[in-house]
C-alpha cells in the first residue's frame, strides 16, 4: 500500500526486487494498474536472480500477469545494464505522456467542434460509401424533424427533398465525384411534421489511398430566413427597380420639359431681341423718315409754286412733272418706313373691306398683268373693320405685288375675307377679326426666307426690283391697328398671308377713299400764324400759304408763337408742326389755347409721335402735305 501511495502519473518507472513483492498483497498495485488512464502503461524494473525471467522461473510469470509492463534484469547485472533499462523504461514513459496531450488536445479540438456545430446550429453528417450507411449529428436529426434515437436513412433523405431541387443535388454529388470538388447545394427538405425549410448542405469527398472514393463529410445549416430575406429582397429590388423606372421616367418627361421651356425660351428670346431689333431699326427709322417728311414738304411745296410761276412749256411741264413725282415716290418710301417703325398717322374708322378690295379691283389687276388670274371670295355680310383705308390699300397693294413677282410664269391669285376668332395668342388678343387673305400658286419661301420676311430691307428680289420694306410695312400696320400678319409657305407651293384686322364695334358707315380736296372757291382771306422749327418748311408753306391769298405771320419755336398771341395782334388760326424743340406742337396749343380759347388751330405732323392722352383733339395735316390739302383744312377750320 505504501507503493501504491507513491504512485501517480508523473513517475517514469518502478524498481522492483522479486524478493520485496514475493509473498506480498498486490491487489491494491493490480487495482491501481487497471484504473490507469488509455495512455498510460507504468514501465516496472523487476530484479530476479539468475534465471529469474518467466522462461526460467514460472512465478515471474505471475509477475507479469499482475505488473503488464515489466522488464527483468537478471542478477548478478552491469550497472549498465541497468542505466540502458531505466533510460528506455523513461523513453517510454515520455511516449506515453506524449500520446495522452495529444488526446486532450484531440478531445479538446472535438469539443470545440462540437460547440460550434451546436452554436451555429449545423448539423453534421458523414456517408460511408462501403456500407451506404448515413450517419446524422444529434442537431442533424433535430433539424430534419427526427429524435435524437432515430436514424435517418439515404432514402428517407431523398424522399424529403422537393422533387424541383432533385436534379441540382445529382448534379452536384455527380460534379463532386467527378472532379473531387466540394459538394455543395441548396435545397428544400420537407419535415414529417408538414414544416418545409431551405437547407445548405456542404461536404468534402474523402477518398483511399487508391483514389476510389471512401465517404462524404459535411454540415447542413438551416437557411429558410436567409432564403426568406433573399426572397423579400428580391421583391424589393423589383419594386426598387419599378420605382426607379418609373422615376427615370418622370425624370425623363421633366427633362423633355425642361428642353421645351428652354427651346421655348431660346424662341422667346430671339423673339425679344427681334422686336428690340426691330425696336431699334424703327426708332432710327422714324426719325429719318421724319426728317425726310420735312424735306419733301420743302420740295413738294417748292415744285408746286414752280408750277404756277414759270411759264408752261412741254419742257418746263416735263421737268416739273418729273420731279413732282419723284417727291411722290419719297413721300410713298417714307410712308413705309413710318408704318415699319409704327409712326405712321393712322385715321382708323369701320371700313367695309369687301367695298374697299372690289374698289381696287382696276388698280390690282393692272399691278398684277395678263399672266396672273385674280379670283375674289367676298361673301356678303362681314362686318367692317376697324382700320386706315389709305394703308388696308397700300398693305393689299404690297402683298399683290410680291404674289405677282413670286409667279414669273403666271399662276392665280386669290383674295378672300372672312370672320375669324382666336383665344389669346403671343401676337393676338382673344376676340373677333376680319381676315384678309391673299394667296398665291408661286415659288413659295423655305423655313429661312420665311422666318426672315418681315424683317426690314430683307429681300429676294434682285436689286433695283424691293426695297425689303412691303412686309416690313404691312407687319408694323397690323401691330399699330391692333391686329397681326401671319405668313404661311411651301416651297413649290406658294404662299398665304393673313392680315388679320379686328372687327369694327359700332354703327358707323364705312369709310370710302377721300377724294383729291380742291380749294372752294370764295374762301374768305385770313391771318395765319405758322410755326415751324424748320427753315425750308416755313419758307416754302408760308409761300404757299400767301400764294391762296392769305397773311402769314412765321415763328420758329413755340415762344416766339406765343409771344406773337401776346402781343394782340388779330389772328384768325395758328398751324404749328408737333415735333419742335423746347416745346411741342401740343404744349403749344394748350398754352395758346389759355390766351386765346376760341384760337383754330391745325397740327402739322410727319408720324404719330402723340400722347395717348392729349388734353384736347386737334385736326392733323400729315406732311409731306400740298397746296390743295392746306386750303381744305384752312377752309374746313375758319371757312
Known sequence: ????????????????????????????????????????????????????????????????????????????????????????????????????????????????????????????????????????????????????????????????????????????????????????????????????????????????????????????????????????????????????????????????????????????????????????????????AHDFNNLLTAVIGNLELLRKRVQSSPSSDRLIDGAMQGAQRGAALTQRLLAFARHQALDARPVDLADLVRGMDDLLRRSLGPSVTMIQDLPAGIPPAHVDANQVELALLNLAVNSRDAMPDGGTLTLALDLAETDVTRDLAAGRYVRLTVSDTGSGMDDETLRRAIEPFFSTKEVGKGTGLGLSMIHGLALQLKGALRLFSTPGRGTRAELWLPMAHDAMEAAAPEATARTPDGKRHATLLFVDDDFLISLSTTSLLEDLGHTVITASSGSQALEVLRTGRPIDMMITDYAMPGMTGLQLAEEARALRPGLPILLATGYADLPTRAPFDLPRLHKPYQQAQLAEQIQGLIG
Open 1 to 288: 500500500m505504501a507503493v501504491v501511495r507513491c504512485l501517480d502519473e508523473d513517475v517514469a518507472f518502478l524498481l522492483m526486487t522479486e524478493e520485496a513483492i514475493h509473498g506480498a498483497d498486490l491487489n491494491p498495485l493490480s487495482a491501481w494498474l487497471a484504473s490507469q488512464p488509455p495512455w498510460s502503461d507504468l514501465p516496472f524494473l523487476l530484479v530476479t536472480d539468475r534465471g529469474g525471467g518467466p522462461e526460467r522461473n514460472p512465478i515471474a510469470s505471475r509477475w507479469l500477469e499482475t505488473l503488464g509492463n515489466v522488464s527483468f534484469i537478471e542478477r548478478p547485472f552491469h550497472p549498465t545494464t541497468l542505466l540502458s533499462v531505466s533510460r528506455a523504461a523513461v523513453k517510454g514513459r515520455r511516449r506515453q505522456h506524449e500520446t495522452r496531450r495529444l488526446l486532450a488536445n484531440l478531445r479538446e479540438s472535438d469539443q470545440r467542434l462540437r460547440t460550434a456545430l451546436h452554436a451555429g446550429r449545423l448539423a453534421a453528417w458523414e456517408f460511408d460509401f462501403a456500407t451506404s450507411r448515413l450517419n446524422v449529428s444529434v442537431e442533424g436529426k433535430m433539424l430534419l424533424g427526427r429524435t435524437e434515437l432515430q436514424d435517418v436513412g439515404l432514402d428517407d433523405l431523398m424522399r424529403g427533398i422537393a422533387p424541383d431541387d432533385r436534379a441540382s443535388v445529382a448534379g452536384a454529388l455527380s460534379r463532386s465525384m467527378s472532379t473531387g470538388q466540394d459538394f455543395a447545394v441548396d435545397l428544400r427538405f420537407g419535415r414529417p411534421d408538414g414544416e418545409s425549410l431551405w437547407l445548405d448542405v456542404r461536404a468534402r469527398l474523402v477518398r483511399v489511398a487508391g483514389g476510389s472514393p471512401q465517404r462524404f463529410v459535411g454540415v447542413a445549416s438551416d437557411i429558410t430566413v436567409r432564403k426568406g430575406a433573399e426572397a423579400s429582397l428580391q421583391g424589393l429590388n423589383e419594386l426598387l427597380e419599378r420605382r426607379v423606372q418609373e422615376r427615370t421616367a418622370q425624370l425623363r418627361q421633366a427633362h423633355d420639359e425642361l428642353l421645351a421651356q428652354i427651346a421655348e425660351r431660346e424662341r422667346t428670346e430671339a423673339q425679344l431681341r427681334q422686336m428690340q431689333k426691330l425696336e431699334s431699326i424703327g426708332q432710327l427709322t422714324g426719325g429719318v
